[in-house]
């Protein structure tokens, strides 16, 4: 940003770009008019209007100062760095005047021709006022939101966050806002803001937010395999709900189910099932069986693998609809395709793939995240099985897919394991998988 006190007079710029058009006032009164009646305007400019703006007589509107610059052959913003400082936000001895509506109007005007660098221009002079406008700031992050401009939005957010942070219990809504749109930014830069976040959700006041912030972080570190913040964050908000709120009671004990689980610690996994099935208040419920069914698959027992299978025959999974409890089965394929490699029971894969095919399929069209989730475990057993038989080719197809995967969870992690696993077998990849092997890698070069 210009330092306003070296910043020229915007008035004396353009009398010296008149100057060097060799333009006088009524030449270039003439010239806007020209262009207001192209534009299709109905107002146009006296001589005498245009002589009290250029002679500091009277104030310059945002609408004058556009078509001025045009008229004298500048690019659209030329003049904004001056305009703001002397019209927008205005320095003075004692404190720094903000015309609020001159400057909603300026930011709008901004974002619609795609002048995206003025609005951060705004929040970096905004940010050094003492005691600054935090509304102005809140507005001008949510119109970067609205239209998808989600680098910029996160810094106008990182600034407000940033003058809040002595306020550690307010401004909830805004560190949620912040971590949501970083997620969409990617894995990596959610792990960031997940790590802010949990900081703030500590100190949160109200307590729905700090029950939204929780199922963010937990959902978030789900996606990103980190079992310990998953299991941390699970307890957090264990102690806010209540069987009252039984929708995010249950949602919360089955992460903690998945984290128990993912740790190894089968004990506790189990108890957590006893306590969602209370909590349920039925005695079983399909979601409940299927679940110990699989922690006694990961435990090594064969017996639970077979009745698993039969299980999943019984309940295959129902195309859209809205229950996820519906879609069971596709937690349950990775896993038993990955148990029969782990076991050696490598004989019984090509019957269970002919006898699975069609939910399979299904579960390679989903495209909810939890399920590319499944998509990507079932994918990556799939390979190790191909790879195990000699079928590399088909193997690294499998991985090449399972990269794919890792590109639309925006998940490094993921991306790091199945880019080393192709690595592994990169020598007998055929030219075809080699170009899209590094095509994808290109990609992941912009998405991390």
């Known amino acids: 940003m210009i330092d306003p006190g070296h910043q020229k007079d915007l008035v004396d710029m353009i009398w010296e770009r008149m100057a060097h058009l060799g333009y006088k006032q009524l030449h270039l009164t003439q010239k806007i008019n020209e262009i207001a009646l192209k534009q299709g305007s109905e107002n146009t400019y006296d001589n005498a209007t245009v002589h009290n703006i250029l002679k500091k007589n009277r104030g310059m509107s945002l609408a004058f100062l556009m078509i001025v610059t045009e008229a004298l ?3 659209e913003g030329e003049f904004f760095p001056e305009y ?8 003075h001895p004692s404190k720094t005047q903000v015309s609020k509506q001159k400057l909603n109007k300026f930011i709008n005007l901004c974002i619609d021709k795609g002048l995206y660098e003025y609005c951060r221009l705004v929040v970096d002079k905004v940010k050094i006022i003492d005691d600054p406008p935090i509304a102005i700031l809140k507005g001008i992050a949510e119109k970067l939101e609205k239209i998808g401009q989600l680098d910029s939005a996160i810094y106008t957010y990182s600034i407000i966050t940033s003058l809040v942070d002595f306020k550690l219990g307010e401004n909830a809504q805004i560190h949620i806002k912040k971590f ?3 997620m ?4 990596s830069k959610a792990y960031e803001s997940a790590v802010e976040l949990g900081v703030y959700a500590t100190y949160m006041d109200d307590e729905i937010l700090k029950q939204r912030a929780y199922g963010l972080l937990i959902s978030t570190y789900y996606l990103l395999d980190d079992w310990e913040k998953v299991y941390l964050y699970c307890d957090e908000q264990l102690k806010l709900v209540s069987i009252k709120n039984s929708g995010q009671l249950l949602e919360t004990l089955v992460y903690k189910i998945y984290a128990a689980r993912k740790k190894r610690d089968y004990k506790t996994a189990l108890e957590l099932i006893d306590q969602y099935q209370k909590a349920l208040g039925v005695k079983q419920s399909k979601w409940t069986m299927i679940l110990r069914l699989i922690i006694h698959v990961e435990m090594g027992d064969q017996g639970a693998l077979n009745q698993l299978l039969q299980l999943i025959k019984n309940y295959p999974p129902r195309e859209n609809s809205t229950d996820r409890v519906e879609y069971i089965p ?3 394929l990775p896993i038993i395709l990955s148990a029969f490699v782990k076991q050696s029971l490598l004989e019984r894969v090509p019957g269970f793939m002919e006898e699975f ?6 579960l390679l069209e989903q495209d909810n995240l939890l399920d ?15 790879f195990l038989i000699g079928n590399t080719s088909q193997g690294l197809d499998d991985v090449i897919q399972a990269i794919n995967c890792t590109l639309i969870l925006k998940s490094q992690t993921l991306f790091a394991l199945a880019v080393c696993k192709f690595s592994t077998y990169t020598t007998c990849a055929l030219p075809h998988q080699k170009s899209k092997f590094v095509e994808l890698c290109t990609t992941a070069s912009k998405t991390f």
């Open 84 to 91: 703001i400082n002397q019209y927008l936000i205005v320095e």
């Open 180 to 182: 949501i749109l970083q």
């Open 73 to 75: 052959g500048f690019v």
């Open 330 to 332: 596709f937690l349950c």
């Open 184 to 187: 969409e930014l990617g894995m």
């Open 357 to 362: 095919n069609t939910e399979i399929t299904l």
């Open 372 to 386: 590319i989730k499944h998509i990507y475990a079932f994918l990556i057993a799939r390979a190790d099985y191909n």
